[in-house]
Nanobody
């Protein structure tokens, strides 16, 4: 499975961005997908995940501001980010959990929020 992330950019605080992650290859093996982020000098952290059943999970820091969704037909996952804050600045990575016990990462996309 290959993951292609896009949609990052520069936005002012309070603004919105939508990230897109498109999966290709053996997409039948995907059990779940999600987004992680890594800010300079910090560890990579979970942002949001979504299972093939549509169950979602969010980090406390983004709950209520970010929404993860998916288009099953197009094997694509979206992350709608609203009310962005400077602390959301990071490289955002798409991630997929694969059957039976594997995972894969996409390339990062930079999100920069100016104050």
């Amino acid at each position: 499975v290959q993951l292609q992330a896009s949609g990052g950019g520069l936005v002012q605080a309070g603004g919105s961005l939508r990230l897109t992650c498109s999966a290709s290859g053996a997409t039948f093996s995907i059990k779940g997908m999600g987004w992680y982020r890594q800010a300079p000098g910090k560890e990579r952290e979970l942002v949001a995940t979504i299972t093939t059943r549509g169950d979602t999970n969010y980090a406390d820091s983004v709950e209520g501001r970010f929404t993860i969704s998916r288009d099953i037909v197009k094997n694509t996952v979206f992350l709608q980010m609203n009310d962005l804050a400077p602390e959301d600045t990071a490289v955002y990575y798409c991630h997929a959990i694969l059957w039976p016990d594997d995972d894969t990462w996409g390339q990062g996309t930079q999100v920069t929020v100016s104050s």
